[in-house]
């Protein structure tokens, strides 16, 4: 059965600091993963996505950058928090092809302050 | 402008009645996805219905492509299916982009 862990579970931080999420996907190999972000009382919105290894595609750039090190992970950074970043993280997997279907992790709850 | 609009935006339903929850959508779409959102913010895959009929217990999804359009029908209502109720579609060529709506939040109360 395939899990999908995100860390941390919530962060609480300083504006300026820098950020690091992360994402691993145990049980699938070669999934496409997604990040997301949703505001506080927002409504959900697609920031990356990534088919393979390395490769990395922006939909809404928000001053965040991602990146995909290795198959079964998925990191999501800043060097520079803003108090805009606040708000809930959620990392999402689907089958390559034409499978579509996305299944979502945990999250992550970001404070900035 | 916004692409997928659900409504009601909320619904409060005492126990055992039924309720029908729509997702209109502006453009075209290639998919579509319905999730129930947990208080604490993760979300469950409740159907993933491209066109067509689905049912899993007491939850029935219908989707027209056509008339760009899904439901989600909860019948005989129980408390625990309060919260959030999310849809979000994929449009052709649209990179896997899935585009979510503002949510419908049930009230299931005794």
């Known amino acids: 059965a395939q899990t999908i862990h995100q860390w941390p579970v919530a962060e609480i931080k300083a504006v300026g600091s820098p950020l690091s999420l992360g994402c691993t996907i145990k049980?699938?190999?070669?999934?496409?993963l997604y990040w997301y972000w949703q505001a506080t009382g927002g409504t959900l919105q697609q920031l990356f996505y990534?088919?393979?290894?390395?490769?990395v595609e922006s939909v809404v750039q928000l001053n965040l950058s991602a990146s995909r090190p290795k198959d079964d992970q998925f990191i999501l950074s800043t060097e520079k928090l803003l108090l805009s970043h606040s708000g809930f993280y959620l990392c999402?997997?689907?089958?390559?092809?034409?499978?579509?279907?996305?299944?979502f992790g945990p999250g992550t709850r970001l404070t900035v302050l | 402008g916004q692409q997928v609009q659900q409504s009601p935006t909320s619904l409060v339903l005492q126990e055992g009645e039924n309720a029908e929850l729509q997702c209109n959508f502006s453009?075209?779409?290639?998919?579509m996805q319905w999730f129930y959102q947990r208080p604490g913010g993760s979300l469950i895959s409740v159907f993933y219905?491209?066109?067509g009929t689905k049912q899993s217990g007491r939850l029935t999804s219908t989707t027209v492509i056509k008339e760009r359009r899904s439901s989600l029908h909860i019948s005989s209502s129980q408390i625990t299916d309060s919260g959030t109720y999310l849809c979000a579609m994929r449009v052709t060529g649209g990179n896997n982009k899935l585009t979510f709506g503002q949510g419908t939040v049930l009230s299931v109360i005794p």
């Open positions: 049980g699938k190999s070669s999934p496409n």
């Open positions: 990534s088919i393979t290894v390395g490769q």
């Open positions: 999402a997997w689907s089958l390559g092809g034409s499978s579509y279907e996305q299944y």
């Open positions: 219905n491209p066109s």
């Open positions: 453009t075209s779409l290639n998919s």
